[in-house]
């Protein structure tokens, strides 16, 4: 496990919005229906994934919070946050990197797992504990000019010039901890459709959506 301490240079951030403020026909075809799903995004990949479902963690450090998060978390922004970043992939395919900030009130109680979770799936925790709640999902999108695009593509050669993510405050007994989930241009949008829709809305039931 990584323990350095990590700063998180900014450039800039991606200008974060709710659903109701994305303009008609701004989404790539077909993308849609991955931001928005409601369930686990870890299920949902699995699902589409007809060879080996892998995470690769790229780095496990404290770190000062982004201002945003920061704002989000409600935490001193010159304060250490435990962040986590991986890559999601099918085979040998990067579909979705993923960036967990966590304080470290969060940290204490039963939350003490999030910082040993090795190669397994955030969402493997957060959609099975039904003391988990979930706050609105923002959308952006990402540009190269901003740090986030340059870690999500990771040790990768080529990257293009726009990718969207969303982000999602989530609470474990009442304790935040904000998670980001970028898609990257291998992830098939053709498997993005409402197979999995009746799935997931169940699974939904889990988490239920915060009122805060």
């Known amino acids: 496990m990584i323990t350095a301490v990590h700063h998180f240079q900014l450039f800039s951030e991606p200008h974060w919005r709710p659903r109701a403020r994305l303009r008609q026909g701004e989404l790539p075809a077909g993308l849609g229906a991955w931001l ?9 990949l699995r699902q589409a994934c007809s060879g080996f479902f892998r995470v690769q963690v790229l780095g496990q450090v404290w770190a000062r919070p982004l201002p945003s998060e920061a704002g989000l978390l409600a935490v001193d922004h010159r304060r250490y946050v435990w962040t986590r970043e991986v890559q999601l992939f099918c085979d040998t395919q990067p579909w979705v990197f993923a960036r967990t ?38 959308i952006a999108r990402i540009t190269p000019a901003q740090r986030l695009h340059q870690r999500a593509f990771g040790r990768l ?11 999602s405050l989530f609470r474990i007994d009442g304790r935040p901890l904000l998670v980001y989930e970028v898609f990257l241009p291998d992830l098939p949008l053709s498997c993005s459709s409402d197979k999995g829709s009746v799935l997931q809305s169940h699974e939904f039931n889990t988490i239920r959506k915060s009122s805060a």
């Open 157 to 167: 050669a080529e990257a293009p010039t726009v990718i969207w993510g969303r982000r």
């Open 36 to 44: 928005f799903d409601p369930g686990s995004l870890t299920r949902r």
């Open 101 to 138: 900030v966590i304080p470290p009130v969060t940290l204490r109680g039963r939350g003490h797992r999030l910082q040993y979770l090795g190669d397994r799936p955030l969402g493997e925790v957060l959609f099975t504990d039904p003391r988990t709640r979930r706050g609105e999902v923002e």
